[in-house]
């Protein structure tokens, strides 16, 4: 069993959805990512920052489930990260209507001494400047660097992007992203090129449409899980990388067989968590459910053709 | 090994993508339904109709690969149906510039004899009057009757298409088809209704997004192939299909197993097919190439996860 260090954006998050409205709820990916990976049963932490706003209850759903949070600053005079977002009827894309940094401006990350020799660093989308100190205070190489970002970090820090981008093992990125990196439109292409730019493995998560591993010529196909209802899209991508990464830092297997399990792991925790807003789904999860689907995913792909 | 029926259109394309134009070319349902199943060495037989200015050398074309055109009606003084047709740039969608109904305005489709018994019955995407009429002339009710057909007969001629519905085993659609015929957004919603219509089986092409089989509650998925480059997605949908109801045909095993067998080889094929216009590809597609794929197409997704 290996460590998993996670830095990431804690938040509150105000949703709308086709199917509803939210409140104020915990949102960010560190959350989403740390409560998939406790999954597994993994030792981790979060790297983070939220305001004297962030009530204990969210720290203790952490602590509750063995996430170290001592590299969570809390700032007493600041407000937590918000973000208020509306989805179109479709699921598939979303308007933002506010958002305040507020201390996420200003974050300097600290980790943890104990997880400077954390086994999996799982960089969550984030600005790529936080990234590069969290790798550059790590006293031990990690054995894998997960990183996930998005199109805002190659729009408005490209430069400090591709310095991240150029010390990680995997990137984590939507098919549009992969695009948008590559200038290449095949997928098959700009995982090539994004290859040549660091990541020895490039996951392209394409939503409904699922995820490609892609590594050394080979690829890997996660769908997702076909759905009656899609409820809240928030936070997929962040639970994807949480199954991902914690599979991996539980298993410490870094092999490309291991990572085509973890791609579905990520893919079966992702598939419960657009269920319910936010991550209310995550906090209720059991392992009897997860099990579950994951032989559903097994019978949605496996197939038996004699290749003699 | 059993024997397949295919009726569809056999047509002139003229096709443009971003990446060249063709002039007329051999086109429609048929012929590519018809040499993709002929992979499997299966005993078939086209039903459909061309004019004096088809050339012996696509009928030569088809008996080569012990496709019977006893069925193929050839009018004397008519012109075969011709589509003209431009991709644009991402190639998922087109417009058609041109159709010429020609002979297969006043189509009424004659069932060889040594045919009405063929085991499987692949209905290609055609009026439904036609399927109708094919149906009907079965002297034995064949084990497997699969309809291909699309959202253009579902406008126009919407009470024959269900009549057709309600007598086949299974229906290929590709997902916006589905949403349309069902009402339902959800693709499992709209399976589950179109279930309800007659076919125990329903397939949801999604193109570069795969295909999903459907039956009695459980799924499987077919990723397609992820490709460098699409070339010319004419006919992918056909060969699909033809891939699929020829593997059945040959393998004469009707279980859900099988037919998960079936969806990937209909994928398998039907990914060689967009390399060039037309069927280019499948005309010179070799068994070695496909067995080569086939274990592409395994390694893409299968996984070994341990439930234990």
């Known amino acids: 069993m290996g460590k998993l260090l996670i830095v990431g954006s804690v938040a509150f998050d105000t949703i709308e959805t086709p199917f509803g409205k939210t409140d104020k709820i915990l949102g960010g990916a560190a959350p989403f990512i740390g409560l998939a990976a ?22 203790d759903l952490f602590t509750d489930r063995n996430i170290d949070i001592s590299g969570i600053e809390v700032v007493k005079d600041g407000k937590t990260f918000f973000w208020k977002g509306k989805y179109h009827n479709d ?6 209507l506010e958002t305040q940094l507020n201390v996420l401006a200003d974050f300097n990350p600290i980790v943890p001494k104990s ?35 998005m199109n805002f970090w190659m729009d408005i820090a490209l430069e400090e992007l591709m310095e991240v981008i150029a010390k990680v093992d995997v990137i984590t990125i939507n098919d549009e992203e992969a695009r948008q990196l590559s200038g290449e439109y095949s997928l098959v292409k700009a995982a090539e090129k994004i290859h040549t ?49 914690g599979y991996i830092a539980k298993t410490d297997d870094y092999s490309f067989d291991n ?28 392992k009897e459910e997860v099990y579950k689907r994951l032989t559903q995913f097994k019978s949605l792909t496996q197939f038996d053709i004699k290749l003699t």
Do not use: C
């Open 38 to 59: 406790s999954q597994f049963n993994v030792e981790s932490a979060i790297v983070s920052i939220v305001g004297n706003d962030f009530p204990q209850e969210y720290l």
């Open 91 to 96: 699921l598939n894309s979303r308007d933002t």
């Open 115 to 149: 997880f400077k020799d954390a086994d999996v660093l799982m960089l969550g989308n984030l600005n790529p400047s936080v990234q590069l100190s969290v790798i550059d205070q790590m006293e031990v190489k990690p054995k894998l660097i997960v990183l996930d970002t």
């Open 197 to 245: 730019m660091g990541p020895k493995y490039v996951v392209i998560k394409k939503g409904e449409h699922g995820a490609l591993l892609f590594h050394k010529g080979s690829i890997f196909f996660a769908p997702a899980l076909p759905l009656e209802e899609v409820f809240d899209p928030t936070g997929a991508g962040d639970t994807f990388a949480g199954g991902f990464s």
């Open 259 to 286: 990572m085509k399990n973890a791609v579905i792991h990520g893919s079966n925790l992702a598939s419960f968590n657009v269920e319910k807003f936010g991550s209310e789904r995550l906090q209720e999860l059991t």
